[in-house]
């Protein structure tokens, strides 16, 4: 035992690893991967043609791009001002900054149906922001824009906290480094701290983007969720959920599942420790 | 240490901070101040004829049960896998802790269809269970389930973060001097993540209560049944009852607002950790 621990190093000094690990393996595999591969199993008895079929139609093909493509406008939007946000939060200190730290993470708090109908109700044509909006003829509520507008809500955060806690470890001498060196001051932001912040935000962007295509509860309130127009994707699959068509709603899952997939493997590429940002 | 070296803001950074605060409080602030105007839009006469119906509190029972259920399946699993990925040295083990965040990545709907789709009436599971008088999908076994799925990462991640920092060197020790494993695990590894493990229990509390698109999936919304506090704010607010929907918002709020409380009370008390 004493010739173990001091082989430091040594694989495994600590016994009980193949029950830990069996263990480990078992919960992972009923909780998060049994309902996964459930989802994969049924796909595989659904023939090409009809998977094809299903998530293909043209109904299907609207929600992904209304879905895809309101994601990934405000997953841009929430890159750039989250940026902008927490560079404010890191660099400056003003009255009322612990407001705005506390109040960035007020989307992770606030539970997403809650989201959905607070959304709803302040951007529809009468609300406190959708009556000035539609004052200049600007319709936000049931429209696309207003799934815009929730996913970036939701997606903030995500934004923000990445890029904020590589901000605030960066050493503050580089860019005081590059302004000795004569270097201005915008042309350092874009030439020394920037390079170094777009991993950060890269991250921030995949995982608003991730929340984005995901996202239910907040939107289903303010979306019209009119088919081929304000649908996404994941009311086109409850709503074939409620008409029994369970290989329509297996299709669109797998094409979610897929983009989640992918959203992963970048993330996990880009950073080596994941960090989900949360309440 | 870059974060205590901090500008005065100049005039082009008073502009910056402004614009920032003005976004964050039309896209963020609003939307939360609006839950408590419309809360008490409706007067508290209203409030009180809510919270006396059967309805509504059958809601909050049920999502307490289920946020119970959750945190204790993820308490004791969270701290299962957290020890397994810290102490040990294996092939796979960056594999098996991105599965444990795979839950955070996938749309609650899908996981709500994942669920259904594996233990639902059709699936062999859910046709064993049914044979044997338990029904699953549509009763409370699955908002269970569903909830443990979308939740499953918040406590793991916590708790091993902060074992990985601690490293094996205590546990190494204890078992040096002769303590078993059980009585390292309970006497020297649980009570160093003890916060971490508060902290993480927390953040699965917050989001069980709140959890919409996966328990919407797989309850069923049969009423006075499976209605969690959220799928019964959905279906006042799709009655027309706006200032009901967001009375039962405001109790869901005030749940969350005081996990934070809790949450900035901890980390003042364990700071030094």
Not at chain 1, 243 to 257: C, F, I, K, P, R
Not at chain 2, 25 to 30: E, G, K, P, S, Y
Not at chain 2, 85 to 105: E, M, N, T, W
Request: net charge positive.
């Amino acid at each position: 035992m004493a010739q173990a621990v001091l082989r430091r190093g040594a694989p495994n000094v600590i016994p009980g690893f193949t029950p830990s690990l069996a263990l480990s393996l078992c919960a992972v595999g009923c909780i998060v991967l049994l309902p996964i591969a459930a989802v994969i199993l049924t796909m595989s008895g659904i023939t090409g043609a009809q998977l094809w079929h299903l998530a293909a139609s043209s109904r299907a093909i609207d929600s992904y791009r209304v879905t895809f493509g309101s994601a990934l406008i405000a997953a841009a939007i929430d890159t750039v001002v989250g940026l902008a946000i927490a560079w404010v939060l890191v660099r400056y200190r003003f009255p009322g900054r612990r407001v705005l730290d506390l109040a960035i993470d007020i989307p992770f708090a606030l539970p997403t149906a809650v989201a959905g109908i607070a959304l709803a109700t302040l951007y529809n044509d009468r609300g406190w922001l959708g009556a000035p909006a539609a004052a200049h003829g600007i319709h936000v509520a049931f429209t696309q824009l207003g799934i815009v507008v929730a996913m970036v809500f939701v997606g903030l955060p995500f934004a923000v906290r990445t890029v904020a806690s590589v901000l605030s470890e960066l050493p503050h001498e580089l860019d005081e480094a590059a302004e000795t060196l004569g270097s201005r001051q915008p042309n350092t932001f874009l030439r020394v701290t920037l390079p170094l912040l777009a991993p950060a935000m890269l991250v921030g962007f995949s995982m608003a983007l991730a929340r984005g295509i995901g996202e239910y509860g907040s939107i289903i309130f303010i979306a019209g969720n009119l088919p081929h127009r304000t649908e996404i994707t994941a009311i086109l699959i409850i709503t074939r959920l409620e008409e029994y068509d369970y290989q329509g709603a297996t299709a669109l899952a797998a094409v979610m599942l897929a983009a989640s997939f992918v959203l992963i493997l970048i993330i996990n590429v880009l950073q080596r420790r994941v960090r989900w940002p949360g309440l | 240490m870059a974060g205590s070296v901090v500008r005065k803001p100049s005039v082009a950074a008073t502009v910056l901070i402004g614009a920032c605060a003005a976004f964050v409080a039309t896209f963020v602030l609003m939307p939360f101040v609006v839950v408590f105007a419309q809360a008490f839009g409706g007067g508290i006469a209203a409030m009180r004829t809510l919270f006396v119906q059967g309805e509504a509190m059958h809601a909050m029972g049920l999502t307490a049960i289920i946020t119970i259920a959750a945190l204790a399946v993820n308490a004791s699993v969270g701290l299962l896998i957290a020890w397994t990925l810290s102490k040990y040295r294996f092939h796979g083990k960056a594999l098996l802790s991105a599965i444990v965040d795979l839950p955070l990545s996938v749309s609650p709907v899908v996981a709500g269809l994942a669920i259904l789709l594996a233990f639902g009436s059709r699936s062999p599971l859910g046709i064993w269970f049914a044979a044997h008088g338990v029904k699953l999908v549509f009763a409370l076994p699955a908002l269970v389930m569903a909830t443990v799925f979308v939740t499953f990462p918040f406590i793991a991640r916590e708790v091993a973060a902060v074992m990985d920092e601690q490293g094996r060197q205590l546990e190494e020790a204890a078992l040096t001097l002769g303590a078993r494993l059980p009585s390292v695990f309970w006497r020297v590894t649980l009570p160093n993540v003890r916060f971490a493990l508060l902290n993480g229990m927390i953040l699965c509390g917050a989001r069980a209560m709140g959890e919409f698109g996966a328990v919407s999936v797989v309850s069923g919304k049969i009423r006075g049944q499976t209605e969690t506090i959220p799928l019964y704010i959905e279906a006042l607010y799709n009655e027309y009852n706006v200032s009901g929907a967001f009375a039962m918002a405001l109790v869901l709020v005030i749940a969350t607002v005081a996990a934070i409380a809790l949450r900035i009370a901890l980390a003042r008390r364990y700071a030094h950790q």
